[in-house]
C-alpha cells in the first residue's frame, strides 16, 4: 500500500540552513535532528490529508487506522468499493466522503494523473492539487513535504510555522513581506526549515516565547 519513512535530508541540508542564520542555526544546535515520517504513496497522502483536516492528531491518527484495517490496501478502487455509509462509520465526516470518492473517481477515470505530478515543479504540483475538491494550497503544501519529500516548501498558511518564526526572531507579527524575506533566506531549504519552526512552536525550546501581542479583553 505504502512504504513509510523519514524525510530524507542530512549534514548537507542543514549546514546550509546554519550558515544563512545564526538565530536558526542555534535553535537547530538546540535540537538536534528531527524525523519527520513521510507517506510515499501519494493516493494515501491525499486521503490521510482529507482526514487529517480540522480533527485532532489523535483522531487523524485512529481514522487512518480504521480505514486501513478495513481495506488493507488503500486505492482508489477499494475507496470506491465502499459506500458512503461504510466510510462515514469509521469517523470521515460526509463532507470529507465525498472529497475522497471525487478523488478516487478522477483517478479511476483517468481524469487526473496523480504519477504526473512527480514531473512537475512545486508551483505546478500546487496548480494541479487545488483543483481537486477537498485540497487547499495548505494541504497541497503538505504533500509536497510529507510525500513527494520536495525541499523548499515553506507555507505562510501554516499558523505554526508562522509562531514559530515569530518566537525565533521575536517579531510580534510576520507579515507575507517578512516571511518571502525568511523564505529566500533558507531556499533551497525551506521544508527543513519547516520542521525546526515546527519545532519551536512545540516547545522544543522551553525558553522561547511567543511574541505575538496579547487581545486586551
Given at each position: ?149 520536495r525541499m523548499d516548501v515553506l507555507s505562510y498558511g501554516d499558523l505554526a510555522i508562522v509562531r514559530g518564526m515569530r ?51
Open positions: 500500500m505504502m512504504i513509510d519513512n523519514f524525510f530524507k535530508y542530512g549534514i548537507k541540508e542543514i549546514e546550509y540552513l546554519k550558515s544563512k542564520d545564526k538565530k536558526l542555526a542555534v535553535a537547530i544546535d538546540k535540537i538536534g535532528t528531527l524525523q519527520r515520517s513521510v507517506i510515499t504513496d501519494l493516493f494515501c497522502a491525499l486521503v490521510h490529508s482529507i482526514i487529517g483536516q480540522q480533527i485532532s492528531t489523535k483522531a487523524h491518527h485512529t481514522i487512518w487506522e480504521r480505514l486501513k484495517d478495513k481495506l488493507t490496501t488503500v486505492k482508489p478502487s477499494t475507496i470506491i468499493a465502499l459506500s458512503d455509509e461504510e466510510l462515514q462509520s469509521i469517523g470521515i465526516s460526509f463532507k470529507k466522503v465525498g472529497y475522497i470518492k471525487n478523488i478516487s473517481q478522477k483517478i479511476l477515470d483517468k481524469d487526473f494523473d496523480i504519477e504526473n505530478l512527480k514531473t512537475l515543479n512545486d508551483t505546478q504540483v500546487c496548480e494541479e492539487l487545488v483543483k481537486l475538491k477537498g485540497i487547499g494550497k495548505w494541504t497541497a503544501e503538505m504533500i509536497m513535504i510529507f510525500s513527494m519529500q518566537m525565533l526572531y521575536h517579531h510580534r507579527k510576520i507579515s507575507i513581506e517578512k516571511f518571502n524575506k525568511y523564505k529566500r533566506r533558507y531556499s533551497p531549504y525551506g521544508s527543513v526549515a519547516s520542521f525546526y519552526f515546527w519545532a519551536i512552536a512545540s516547545g522544543a525550546i522551553p525558553e522561547m516565547k511567543d511574541y505575538i501581542p496579547k487581545k486586551i479583553r
